[in-house]
């Protein structure tokens, strides 16, 4: 993705160029973040579904509890 970004010409070009560095970075970091966190989600539910145990009569409530549960269940409200 490419953005423009406009920078007074009174700034020095080694300073800005030195903040764009650092805000590639930070973005690069908190990328590779948000994407190890999904996937400890992901494991966590991959290894709750493996190892399911026999609830016997509750099997049926437990199971569509808990797709509610994962379909309404968000971190952060999503933007509208």
Request: glycine residues 0%; aromatic residues 8%.
């Amino acid at each position: 993705m490419q953005m423009l970004i406009n920078v007074p010409d009174t700034l020095p070009k080694a300073l800005v160029q030195q903040r764009i560095k650092e805000l590639e970075e930070r973005l690069e970091q908190e990328a590779q973040q948000s994407q190890m966190a999904a996937s400890r989600w992901q494991k966590m539910v991959q290894r709750i579904e493996s190892k399911a145990f026999d609830l016997e009569d509750h099997t049926d409530t437990f199971n569509r509890d808990r797709l509610e549960f994962r379909e309404s269940f968000n971190f952060k409200d999503k933007p509208e």
